[in-house]
């Protein structure tokens, strides 16, 4: 009997890994994947690092228990938090993380100025600091905490007066400094792409990481799968700690997909994961 076929696990604190399992999906539809949100918890944002390692690691858990042999961290803060300390503790898993854009952002900025749009837990720590002392030495960069655009993306407000007042909220500081470069610098701010753009414009760029994450995912899975891709009919599980009924939604509404999900439920004290049903 053949070996089954490594799973990739992607996690997020709710819907915004879903922009990176869409393109891993586009790039390569072979492969299974297993979708956990913990949405018990979301945003992630505004929490300690030492809390969203411990989220992490019980998720990792999870995921390796259901067959994932590629972990991805689809989210910004939750990369910044657990990256290296999951590596650590689970060293025979590759992990594939996510850090701000701000490397290629710098490369095709024409004004000098980019802006980086995240959460609080992404831009005042240190890979933060890290990739802005390595890549961006000769630009100025505006960094902007957009509180409420997870929220807003989880309730699914991504077009109308009430969106775009949120968004201007935040847009527009960075704009009036002169930024024709922006980076979305949480996963949740790609499904909002299309509404950024309008307001800032054509001649603002926008750099969405979720593509070329995917394009990494894929060629470490493929490490991992030892081989050409498989001809068998894929699976994608989604799995969430929050309200399956609303989280279908999200999935028909965001990714046009259908589920049928999977509920989690939170052990105390928060350091394992049990499905329900």
Known sequence: MKDPV???????SGVGG?????????????????YVADQAHVPYGPRSPEEIRRFAEAITRFLREQGARVIVLASHTTSAAALWPLRETFPEIPFVGIEPAVKPAAARTRSGVIGVLGTFGTLNGPLMARVVERFARDVRVIPRVCTGWVEQVEAGLLEGPE??????????????????????????YAFLAPLIQRLSGPKVLLIDPAPAVA????????????????SSEPTARFFTTGDPLRFQEQLRRLIGRDGPIERLRWDPPERSLTPEG
């Open 6 to 12: 490594p799973a990739v696990g992607i996690f997020d």
């Open 18 to 34: 879903l922009s990176v399992w869409r393109e891993l999906v586009r790039l390569a539809p072979q492969v299974p994947t297993l």
């Open 163 to 188: 969106a775009e007042a949120s968004v201007r909220a935040h847009l527009d500081p960075v704009l009036q400094a002169g930024a024709d470069v922006l980076v979305l610098a949480c996963t949740h």
């Open 215 to 230: 394009r990494r995912v894929l060629e470490v899975w493929r490490a991992q799968a030892g081989g050409p891709s498989p």
